[in-house]
């Protein structure tokens, strides 16, 4: 897998394949599910997506169906 360093984290080629399709799939007016193993990126895809929706104007709302044992994670990573 090729990476990419932008200063803080490495960012696999698929995760941002996966934003990138995300996106896609929100300027086309449909949705998407992101599924694979853990520990693959999806937190990050997720918050690129976010990040690309505030950037459109959008805040809201989204509805996001998680594991609640990752919501921690997810509020960890927020907060960076």
Known sequence: ??????????DFAHQ?????????????????MLADEMGLGKTLQVIGL??????AGV????????PLSTLGNWMDELKK
Request: aromatic share 14%.
């Open 16 to 32: 941002l394949q996966g934003i990138d399709w995300m996106r896609k799939l929100f300027e086309n007016g449909s949705h998407g």
């Open 50 to 55: 976010f990040a690309f929706l505030r950037e």
């Open 1 to 10: 897998v090729s990476e990419q360093w932008n200063g803080d984290e490495v």
């Open 59 to 66: 805040w809201g709302p989204v509805l996001i169906i998680a």
